[in-house]
């Protein structure tokens, strides 16, 4: 039968296309970095072990305190985002977010942090990935936050703290991108 509309299977009508795809892929390439400034491994990249707990003349803190500041940091804000059982419970702010000490607790320190701010992304980007996921809706905690604005926060936070971090491996006498 020419001219006749096809039949919209039920199955069909089920999947429905994600209008937020291109946004998504956006937050996405927004988060892994590198557009407009160095990515999160070149910044962290072989960044010389005797200098990752110096804190250089007139700045406040070490390389160590900002590599754990991004992930505690990025880790609450995937916390919030995404609740884990119990719900969400904030930290402190300033006490909660910075390390105390300058210096690695262990030698294997700087790669686990490293490793968790890795893993952290991740969940993060699935959970912006999934299309079942409503980046305007706001949390039913907080105060109007949503999913777009937290990766948003993600994404802003961590290139301000990597430009603290490429700068302080130049002074250091450590940058080789």
């Known amino acids: 039968m020419s001219g006749s509309k096809p039949t919209i299977k039920a199955a069909d009508s089920k ?65 919030f985002s995404a609740p884990p059982t119990g719900g969400y419970h904030p930290i402190k702010w300033p006490d909660d977010y910075w390390p105390k000490s300058p210096q690695p607790p262990a030698t294997n320190s700087w790669e686990q942090s490293i490793a968790i701010i890795a893993s952290d992304l991740d969940h993060f980007k699935t959970l912006i990935q999934n299309p079942n996921s409503d980046l305007f809706k706001p949390f039913r905690w907080g105060e109007g936050q949503n999913l777009l604005r937290e990766a948003l926060l993600v994404a802003d936070h961590t290139a301000y703290h990597l430009g603290e971090l490429v700068v302080l491996r130049r002074v250091l006498g450590a940058w080789h991108k």
Do not use: C, M
């Open 15 to 79: 999947h429905t296309p994600d209008e937020n795809e291109p946004l998504r892929k956006q937050l996405i390439a927004l988060l892994d970095g590198g557009q407009a400034h160095a990515t999160f491994d070149e910044a962290v990249r072989d960044f010389p072990a005797q200098h990752r707990g110096t804190v250089p003349p007139n700045l406040p803190y070490s390389a160590w305190q900002l590599l754990e500041h991004l992930r505690i940091t990025q880790r609450d804000i995937l916390n």
